[in-house]
T-cell receptor
Framework: AQSVTQPDIHITVSEGASLELRCNYS??????LFWYVQSPGQGLQLLLKYFSGDTLVQGIKGFEAEFKRSQSSFNLRKPSVHWSDAAEYFCAVGSNDYKLSFGAGTTVTVRA | EAQVTQNPRYLITVTGKKLTVTCSQN?????MSWYRQDPGLGLRQIYY???????DKGDVPEGYKVSRKEKRNFPLILESPSPNQTSLYFC?????????????FGDGTRLSIL
């Protein structure tokens, strides 16, 4: 069975500072990995995905993530956070079937 | 515009009163699914459908039913709602298997069962 752990429930970061959100997954084969963002009152929007190839993937809104097989991790980063990045972020792992497993989410607060 | 539409967005109802949450997508996607979101638990899959007339249970199917009579629609049915089904529900669709295709999500339906 696949699973995802997001160790940080809540992160506070200053505007303009860098951000890193952690994600660890458990899956027996090559995983399909996703990061989604959820703004208050909204559905989930895909930030980026990893299927294969280059382990550093670029997404929308200036986000990137790095797949590290040896650490079973897929951490999300942004060099300089904007106030509009305040949201809840979900890491998810998919297998080659119809199941998608989400982490519990990390809430990001941006202070001025 | 490509979208997944859920209705209603908000609903307060009482225990035992049957309700249906509709979900419709305009992208001709074969795969659709329902999730519930609870604090500290992330999103958990309730049911999914691989195509018309093909559905299967997700991780938390108890107390829910679904149907897929048309490709674009995937309603979620609570025959006898209970307070533990109070949650935020999301419908999603994707072109193919979720392992290798990102999903498009609706804006959510907040259900309160009293």
């Amino acid at each position: 069975a696949q699973s995802v752990t997001q160790p940080d429930i809540h992160i506070t970061v200053s505007e303009g500072a860098s951000l890193e959100l952690r994600c660890n997954y458990s899956y027996g084969a090559t995983p399909y990995l996703f990061w989604y963002v959820q703004s208050p009152g909204q559905g989930l929007q895909l930030l980026l995905k990893y299927f294969s190839g280059d382990t550093l993937v670029q997404g929308i809104k200036g986000f990137e993530a790095e797949f590290k097989r040896s650490q079973s991790s897929f951490n999300l980063r942004k060099p300089s956070v904007h106030w509009s990045d305040a949201a809840e972020y979900f890491c998810a792992v998919g297998s080659n079937d119809y199941k998608l497993s989400f982490g519990a989410g990390t809430t990001v607060t941006v202070r001025a | 515009e490509a979208q997944v539409t859920q209705n209603p967005r908000y609903l307060i109802t009482v225990t035992g009163k049957k309700l249906t949450v509709t979900c419709s997508q305009n992208m001709n996607h074969e795969y659709m699914s329902w999730y519930r979101q609870d604090p500290g638990l992330g999103l958990r899959q309730i049911y999914y459908s691989m195509n018309v007339e093909v559905t299967d249970k997700g991780d938390v199917p108890e107390g829910y039913k679904v149907s897929r009579k048309e490709k674009r629609n995937f309603p979620l049915i609570l025959e006898s709602p209970s307070p533990n089904q109070t949650s935020l529900y999301f419908c999603a669709s994707s072109l193919d298997r979720v392992g290798n295709q990102p999903q498009h999500f609706g804006d959510g339906t907040r259900l309160s069962i009293l």
